[in-house]
Structures are given as structure tokens and as C-alpha cells.
């Protein structure tokens, strides 16, 4: 069973920054990809970053690349993620998720994923 800790989260003004940090324990097998998803309110839960454990491949939707890296300590398990240029439209709760078999564009999808922490809040407002 992997075990995922988020923190970082909190409140900040358009145009600022924050970093969220993931840790995971437990038996993380090699070739697995550590991600972050977010869900605003009443919308679905969205893919955010994701990346190899090796940091090798990392994987971003538009709405967030050049904003947000993903980054890895894989000494440690744990993900960092950076994001700049925080908008209003980037509120709502991140989660850190991992997935044993995804591979490539299929790291997107939230179904992949067996292992979730549980959630961290992220609010953008001025």
C-alpha cells in the first residue's frame, strides 16, 4: 500500500507562487509515475503534472505548462510542485496520486491512478 502526504497548500494573490510537496512511503514500484490532480468546485477532478520516478518523463496539460514543474527527490519519494503565475482559475484542492502502470499519455487520466493523498487546498484570490 503506498501512502501519499501532501503539503503546501494555502492562500495566495494572482500572480504569486506556491509549492506543493508530496511524499510517498510504502512499496512504490519502480517504473511507477507520481502525478498531481486538482478539483475545483462542482467541476472534475483535472490532471495537473505528472512524472516518471525516475524524473526522466514529465507530462503537463496546456492549461498549466510554463506555469507549473514537477519535480523529484526519488531518493526520497517525495514530488515537488512548483507553480508560478497562480491565477484565480487555479483554486481548488491538489492531490498527489500515484499510478503503477501508466505510461505516457494515459499518465492524464484519473482512472489510472490507485493511490490518492488527501488533498491539499490551493486558493488564488485578490
Known amino acids: 500500500q503506498v501512502h501519499l502526504v501532501e503539503s503546501g497548500g494555502g492562500s495566495v494573490q494572482p500572480g504569486d507562487s506556491l509549492r506543493l510537496s508530496c511524499a510517498a512511503t510504502?512499496?512504490?514500484?519502480?517504473?511507477?509515475?507520481m502525478a498531481w490532480f486538482r478539483q475545483a468546485p462542482g467541476k472534475e477532478r483535472e490532471f495537473v503534472a505528472a512524472?516518471?520516478?525516475?524524473?526522466?518523463?514529465?507530462y503537463y496539460p496546456t492549461s498549466v505548462k510554463g506555469r507549473f514543474t514537477l519535480s523529484i527527490d526519488s531518493a526520497n519519494n517525495t514530488t515537488y510542485l512548483q507553480m508560478n503565475l497562480l491565477e484565480p482559475e487555479d483554486t481548488a484542492v491538489y492531490y498527489c496520486?500515484?499510478?503503477?502502470?501508466?505510461?505516457?499519455?494515459?499518465?492524464?487520466?484519473?482512472?489510472?491512478?490507485?493511490?490518492w493523498g488527501q488533498g491539499t487546498q490551493v486558493t488564488v484570490s485578490s
Open positions: 510504502g512499496p512504490t514500484p519502480r517504473h511507477s509515475h
Open positions: 496520486a500515484n499510478s503503477p502502470s501508466c505510461s505516457g499519455f494515459s499518465c492524464f487520466f484519473r482512472n489510472n491512478y490507485d493511490y
Open positions: 512524472i516518471s520516478l525516475s524524473g526522466d518523463n514529465t
